[in-house]
């Protein structure tokens, strides 16, 4: 049994260019959640997908970040003009039905921005 | 505003010794709770978790306390071993009667197990 796929495991940008994370979810997963870990810090809530639908984008910043789920293939998040601050761990979570939880977590992508 | 708080910041036990990490949270409509454990360059992974209907529940040697009237619950790690060794996160959610299915989590607890 895959668990939560996340590629790249490292990605290195610099200020200005584009970064984009892809997660699988579990076999048999259709909700998708991401999260940004700081240094130190615990797990902060960005935004939750099911296929073709962003569900609640409360945690996301305003300005260049966006998600997706398409029907077919991974999620994505996207940073679009990256800027030192964007520097963390982003994790991917899947789960079964938001309702059963629980969630369950890939191996994060490391973003450093030069 | 931190809705989920969790003490200590770390945490040095002796192997064969009682782990206890607390957290307290401030939404009374936070309607489950689960530890997960972090081993560097991992990503979090599910111990145990529990919902306001029970006080306690145990797996293993983990178990979690729960008391809903002082929003506080509690990791037990009894018999701690070297391999504990890792960072321990809280978490809470609210997966019924909201639109949320989101994980509000702690900051953490860096466990050391000495051997």
């Known amino acids: 049994n895959a668990g939560v796929m996340q590629n790249p495991r490292h990605l290195v940008r610099r200020r200005g260019q584009e970064a984009r994370l892809r997660c699988s979810p579990m076999?048999?997963?259709?909700?998708v959640y991401w999260y940004r870990q700081l240094p130190e810090e615990g797990l902060k809530f960005m935004v939750y997908l099911q296929k073709e639908n962003i569900i609640d984008e409360s945690g996301m910043p305003k300005e260049r970040f966006s998600a997706e789920f398409p029907k077919e293939g991974p999620s994505i998040l996207r940073i679009q003009q990256v800027v030192r601050g964007d520097s963390a761990a982003y994790f991917c979570?899947?789960?079964?039905?938001?309702?059963?939880?629980?969630?369950?977590f890939g191996d994060g992508t490391r973003l450093s921005i030069l | 505003q931190q809705q989920v708080k969790q003490s200590p910041q770390s945490l040095i036990v002796q192997k064969g010794g009682i782990s206890i990490i607390n957290c307290a949270y401030e939404?009374?409509?936070?309607?489950?709770f689960p530890w997960y454990q972090q081993f560097p360059g991992k990503g979090p992974a599910l111990l145990i978790a529990?919902?306001?209907?029970?006080s306690e529940k145990k797996e293993g040697r983990f178990t979690i306390s729960f008391n809903k009237s002082a929003k506080q619950f509690s990791l037990h790690i009894m018999d701690s071993q070297p391999g504990d060794s890792a960072t321990y996160f809280c978490?809470?959610?609210?997966?019924?009667?909201?639109?949320?299915?989101?994980?509000?989590f702690g900051k953490g607890t860096k466990l050391s197990v000495k051997p």
């Open positions: 529990i919902r306001p209907d029970v």
């Open positions: 939404n009374t409509a936070f309607d489950y």
């Open positions: 979570a899947s789960s079964r039905d938001r309702v059963d939880q629980p969630q369950h």
């Open positions: 978490a809470a959610s609210r997966i019924y009667g909201g639109s949320q299915g989101n994980l509000i």
């Open positions: 076999k048999g997963h259709s909700h």
